[in-house]
């Protein structure tokens, strides 16, 4: 069974920074692909940011530039790079990847975004 680690959300304000990095248990071989969701109460989760295993990503529509995602060179870590924070950022985002054809979920992370 893997396992996805994320770290590093928390409250900024807006017009902030904030970086969100998110670790899988196996192998970069095994990885399909590697993001991030993010879901409010009441709403349904939706496409942050993906990268897949041959490099290319894809963003959700409201990214508009402001965030990157990345992968370090192990190929099973990524990073969620969010500048521009806006207050509707706020949301718990959970890491997600397909390893080995099979969909995993992370814990969730809150991030928060006000004055």
């Known amino acids: 069974q893997a396992q996805l680690v994320e770290s590093g959300g928390g409250l900024v304000q807006p017009g902030g920074s904030l970086r969100l990095s998110c670790a899988a248990s196996?192998?970069?071989?095994?990885?399909?692909?590697m993001g991030w969701y993010r879901q409010v109460p009441g709403k349904q989760r939706e496409l942050v940011a993906i990268i897949y295993s041959t490099g290319s990503k894809t963003y959700g529509d409201f990214v508009k530039g402001r965030f990157t995602i990345s992968r370090e060179n192990s190929a099973n870590i990524v990073h969620l790079q969010m500048t521009s924070l806006k207050p509707e950022d706020t949301a718990v985002y959970y890491c997600?990847?397909?390893?080995?054809?099979?969909?995993?979920w992370g814990q969730g992370t809150q991030v928060t975004v006000s004055s």
């Open positions: 997600h990847a397909q390893i080995r054809w099979i969909d995993y």
């Open positions: 196996e192998s970069s071989s095994s990885i399909n692909f």
